[in-house]
């Protein structure tokens, strides 16, 4: 059974907790807590985490928690399975498609931060945009408009900045100090597993082996 704080023994008020538990679920349900982001509130977290999780579960979340990367978030419980007779509640957190070139995106930073995890050195990925740009349009097919191209893919990358998992750093010095940078979040390792990763190669595999061969029946329209 949880206890509850003894008024006499402390000169902390009792509404301290249940509002630093408020303040951790209202910002859990806008979006994810990062430790560097907010220490303070990082701190109260683990202090009441389970508390947390208590609470999560009443509108079938669960908490996420990774104190070794830094990171925290609510996500929607697994579904019973189809012989479980418990309820199906509805979704808190709803589950939405994402563009092919969104999911293109995801993937290869993910690939990317695998590969600078494996080289053991900073624990900060950072990548400008010139470098993103060309992680992707390898992966696109060629069109006449290069510019218009560039633009479909810092579309994308800002796509990816507002899903939170790229996070766009201040340049330093003035404004047109040169290309923007961006820090590819750990998160990022939390929702695309190696299943995942998987399966999207896969997925890649065969949308360029189609662009392949309609890239080959234009060549070969355009030699008759």
């Not at 070794?68 to 479980?84: I, N, T, V, W």
């Not at 994402?98 to 990317?112: D, E, I, N, Q, Y």
Request: glycine content about 6%.
């Amino acid at each position: 059974m949880e206890e509850f704080p003894n008024t006499t023994a402390t000169a902390q008020p009792m509404v301290a907790p249940a509002a630093d538990l408020s303040v951790l679920l209202i910002g859990l349900l806008k979006g994810v807590l990062y430790r560097d982001g907010d220490e303070r509130q990082w701190a109260a977290l683990l202090n009441l985490q389970a508390r947390v999780r208590d609470y999560a579960a009443v509108l079938n979340l669960e908490l996420v928690l990774d104190e070794a990367e830094g990171y925290a978030f609510l996500k929607s419980r697994p579904e019973p399975a189809d012989d479980d007779p418990a309820p199906r509640l509805p979704r808190l957190v709803a589950r939405r498609p994402l563009p092919f070139a969104v999911s293109l995106l995801l993937a290869l930073l993910r690939k990317k931060l695998a590969e600078f995890d494996a080289g053991g050195g900073d624990t900060r990925l950072v990548l400008s945009r010139d470098e993103i740009v060309e992680l992707v349009r390898v992966f696109l097919p060629d069109g006449p408009n290069e510019a218009r191209l560039i633009d479909q893919i810092e579309t994308t990358i800002n796509k990816v900045v507002e899903l939170g998992f790229l996070h766009k750093l201040k340049a330093a010095g003035s404004a047109s100090a040169g290309p923007a940078s961006y820090e590819v979040r750990r998160i990022l390792k939390a929702f695309v597993d190696a299943q995942w990763l998987a399966e999207f190669d896969a997925r890649l595999a065969n949308y360029q082996s189609q662009l392949a061969g309609v890239t080959t029946n234009k060549a070969g329209a355009s030699d008759e």
